[in-house]
């Protein structure tokens, strides 16, 4: 078990980089700490797999350093280093029962028998496994050979990370919530550092205690998911992490107050904005509400969600979209629209100011 | 409940049912009706039972060829099955050179089979042939045409040179058809690589390895265009295999009974060995 240090990294999958937009991965430095839980949030194509990879050790980075403990492990192969994986599609060999797929990285490391019985079992009851012990590995369900991936990473006694990609992908809908609280529970258990790699924020908020977003092979946020929720660093973060995402609009600071439309909004940050262009207010729809005053706007479009209300106003082009709650009024037609102050945030080139 | 009935569907089958009653009912059938008889000239047929059966499988002559073809048969799916498994291991599975790889592999496969056994010929003929000639040369006492040994090389070699390529194909695309996350995977494992190939890739070949036994058992236990050109089943009858006999008997002799009889043995046979490999390879198949 050791702390990850990613320093200075930076992957290109061209020979010979010489532009950003050549490299899957941008400059990138971060700790994940000893026992985490981590998720790496971001679209398809963001680089999350790419920084996995080069985790891993399938793949050596173009530049920087990857360090486990105190240990630079940038050249080490994967199975010097030490970690787990577990696969999009299940990977499990498909000739062996499930008891020799458990015990087969520990055979390959040469344990003795003995231990390897003790391993596997103590594993196979952890992951709900003991029951087919004995049956072919290629003979269950997905959601059981991902366990049996998980499993092969868990009866090793020396791993400093699992690392999860994509891992709920092929299984059943019903079947997910069941492996993620499985997945939480183990990772009580054991303590094992364990990096989730999603594209699905659900998954990605309620297993990490810490969630890493990428967007174009850059990291935009790293945060606990109430973190990500209430401040957003970036309108990306704002926009793909909740649902429906963050509003984000066009506005103007003078004087340290921010205008929206000509409209005075009140929002905690707009005092630190000097600079009169290029700006972005971002509120989430949690935090608007209608009002006596505020921001002019038409009722577009209401759509019921169960326990609240989605209504999408409009003025011109602009869009907001807001929460009620059950049995909240709707007015129709025109209304306004007034936002929470301590939610409501500047955004310059896409970033937080402050 | 009434069943709707519709003698029209017939019309739609009927070009199906004529086409394999002549390219495979009737041509059976026919067999079938001379193993039974007795043939004289000006056609005439008489009823002979199951004497042509009982004479062919008594016949050492028969069982000399079916030695023979299994001899053969066993040597040349012991050669190829392995080597093409193994260039299909060497074989780059990413970039430039896969395409050539996979053409030049082909070649032999598109040579017609009576230009194989006529290149074949020349090229192993002492005196001329490079084969030959080389062999000579280096101190061999090669001489196909008069050594059955040297026959049984040469008839083996020009297979395994024409038909290795067809497993290479075959274990080449069960190969390239396993995810990258199985190796991925076995490496953080740990797995040495015959362990990657015992539990990985030999697993994910199983299918098709299995369609490429049935393919070159079928096909090695009917040859017959090769070893014809070749050495025309000598010398004597070293090289006789059960498809150059069966020609002998039935267009050299024109003992169209016995040739029949000896005809649906030959089919019998290898129905039961390609059934037998099929069972044997896929019973683990089911659970």
């Known amino acids: 078990m050791a702390k990850i240090t990613l320093k200075g990294l930076r992957h290109s999958y061209k020979p010979d980089p010489q532009e950003d937009a050549d490299y899957a991965l941008q400059q990138l430095d971060v700790d994940w700490e000893d026992g985490g839980a981590y998720a790496l949030l971001g679209p398809s194509g963001c680089g999350k797999t790419t920084l996995l990879n080069i985790i891993s050790g399938l793949l050596t980075p173009s530049h920087g350093q990857v360090i486990f403990g105190d240990k630079d492990v940038t050249q080490l192969p994967p199975d ?13 060999y498909d000739t062996m029962t499930v008891y020799d797929n458990l015990a087969f990285p520990l055979r390959n490391r040469g344990v003795p028998e003995a231990e390897v019985d003790k391993r596997v079992r103590e594993i196979a009851e952890m992951i709900d496994l003991t029951a087919t012990l004995d049956n072919r590995a290629s003979g269950l369900t997905a959601d059981g050979k991902q366990k049996i991936s998980l499993g092969r990473g868990l009866v090793r006694t020396d791993v400093n990370v699992i690392m999860f990609d994509e891992p709920l992908t092929v299984i059943d809908p019903h079947l997910k919530w069941q492996l993620r609280s499985k997945l939480k529970e183990l990772h009580q258990r054991v303590r094992t550092t364990m990096i989730y790699v999603t594209h699905d924020q659900t998954e990605a908020l309620t297993f990490a205690d810490k969630v890493v977003v990428m967007k174009d092979g850059q990291v935009v946020q790293i945060g606990t998911p109430v973190e990500l929720f209430e401040r957003p660093q970036h309108t990306f973060v704002g926009h793909f992490i909740g649902s429906p995402g963050m509003n984000v609009m066009p506005c103007e600071v003078r004087g340290g107050k921010a205008f929206y439309q000509d409209t005075e909004i009140s929002s905690w940050n707009a005092a630190s904005c000097t600079d009169a262009s290029d ?31 989605i209504v999408d106003t409009r003025k011109g082009d602009q869009s907001i979209k807001l929460l009620v709650p059950e049995g909240g009024e709707i007015p129709e037609g025109n209304a306004f629209l007034q936002f929470a102050q301590d939610h409501t945030q500047v955004y310059r080139d896409g970033w937080l100011m402050s | 409940m009434n069943k709707t009935e519709n003698q029209k569907a017939w019309l739609f089958v009927l070009p199906v049912v004529l086409l394999v009653a002549f390219n495979a009912v009737i041509p059976l059938m026919t067999v079938v009706n001379y193993s039974v008889q007795e043939t004289f000239g000006d056609n005439t047929f008489f009823w002979a039972g199951v004497i042509w059966f009982q004479d062919v499988l008594n016949s050492d002559r028969f069982h000399a060829s079916l030695g023979r073809q299994m001899i053969f048969t066993f040597s040349i799916l012991a050669i190829e099955i392995p080597l093409g498994v193994l260039i299909a291991l060497t074989l780059p599975r990413k970039g430039p050179w896969v395409p050539v790889c996979l053409v030049l592999m082909a070649l032999p496969l598109l040579i017609p089979y009576n230009v194989v056994g006529a290149m074949w010929n020349i090229f192993a003929l002492p005196d001329i042939g490079l084969l030959g000639y080389g062999l000579n040369a280096l101190g061999f006492d090669y001489n196909f045409t008069r050594q059955p040994g040297d026959a049984w090389f ?19 695309a069960g190969l390239v058809s396993i995810p990258d996350a199985y190796y991925q995977a076995a490496k953080i494992d740990g797995a040495k690589s015959f362990a990657i190939f015992r539990y990985i890739q030999l697993p994910k070949m199983k299918r098709v390895l299995t369609i490429a036994v049935l393919l070159r058992f079928m096909d090695s236990f009917m040859i017959y265009t090769e070893p014809f050109v070749l050495t025309g089943g000598g010398p004597g009858n070293s090289t006789t295999l059960l498809s150059v006999d069966l020609v002998k008997i039935a267009l050299g002799q024109f003992d169209l009974g016995p040739a029949a009889a000896m005809s649906l043995i030959y089919f019998l046979i290898i129905l039961l060995l390609s059934w037998v490999f099929y069972t044997l390879m896929m019973r683990n198949e089911a659970n």
């Open chain 1, 279 to 309: 700006l972005e207010l971002g509120v989430r729809p949690e935090f608007v509400e209608f009002g006596p005053t505020g921001v002019p706007v038409e009722v577009a479009k209401v759509s019921d969600a169960g326990r609240f209300r």
């Open chain 1, 80 to 92: 010097q280093r030490h970690i787990a994986q577990v696969f999009q599609f299940p990977v499990v």
């Open chain 2, 154 to 172: 040469t008839l083996i070699l020009m297979d395994v040179w024409h038909w290795t390529s067809l497993v290479v194909l075959l274990a080449y």
